[in-house]
């Protein structure tokens, strides 16, 4: 089946640092992939939705100079957290939509970020 | 709106069969989607509904009923390793996803 890989799945930053993460869809092409941000025990919350070759759209409370997205290809969109601070920890997973497949969205691994 | 509730939590015996349901008010509705998480990894994809009916694979079976706005998940069979959770996700038209809150499943011995 379809895969999306997600990396790192690890990353202890310090605050006041900025961190990548990067999404990349092995087997297709993607042209809209979804950044999600979960919290132990809480559901997955809807960061963005980044659409290759423009302008990510943010969800309402999501600070897009903090959280920059971007999706230069069909197989790879990526997500910077800046300046992080301890409250950005978090597990933070993406989707993305197989273009040529409507009605199944492949998720990646998922990536634990620390912020100390 | 673009609420979506289902029950915080579940628990059932081995070998039971247990059904999480799942409601959803929402304009733009295309279709419902089941996923399975375990702690510390990433969701898998269960089950997808865009029309009326029971979809079957295995243990696992999703409804949905467009004209209720209602859709559940039927887990058979139940195993310990079905301890997990489960989230139900509405699709819209324009390719967003939206997640319930989860329910966490506690299979017992």
């Known amino acids: 089946g379809a895969v999306v890989s997600q990396h790192p799945s690890w990353v202890i930053c310090k605050s006041g640092t900025s961190v990548k993460i990067e999404c990349r869809s092995l087997?297709?092409?993607?042209?809209?992939m979804f950044w999600y941000r979960q919290f132990p025990k809480q559901s997955l919350m809807l960061m963005a939705t980044?659409?290759?070759?423009?302008?990510?759209?943010?969800e309402q409370g999501v600070e897009k100079d903090k959280f920059l997205i971007n999706h230069a290809s069909l197989t790879l969109s990526t997500l910077t957290v800046t300046s992080a601070h301890p409250e950005d920890s978090s597990f933070y997973i993406c989707?993305?939509?197989?273009?040529?497949?409507?009605?199944?969205?492949?998720f990646g691994e998922g990536s634990w970020l620390t912020v100390v | 709106g673009q609420s979506l509730e289902q029950p915080s939590e579940v628990t059932a015996v081995e070998g039971a069969i247990v059904q999480i349901n799942c409601t959803y008010q929402?304009?733009?509705?295309?279709?419902l989607s089941w996923y399975q998480q375990h702690d510390g990894g990433a969701p898998t994809f269960l089950s997808y509904?865009?029309?009326?009916g029971l979809e079957e694979t295995g243990r696992f079976s999703s409804f949905l009923s467009r004209s209720d706005s209602y859709g559940y998940l039927l887990l058979q069979e139940l195993q310990m390793k079905d301890s997990a959770s489960y989230f139900c996700?509405?699709?819209?038209?324009?390719?967003?996803?939206?997640f319930g809150a989860g329910t966490r499943l506690t299979v017992k011995p």
């Open positions: 989707s993305a939509k197989d273009r040529e497949v409507g009605n199944t969205i492949y």
């Open positions: 087997d297709f092409q993607a042209t809209t």
């Open positions: 980044s659409n290759e070759g423009s302008k990510a759209t943010y």
């Open positions: 929402t304009s733009g509705f295309y279709g």
């Open positions: 509904n865009a029309l009326d």
């Open positions: 996700a509405v699709k819209y038209n324009n390719n967003d996803m939206r």
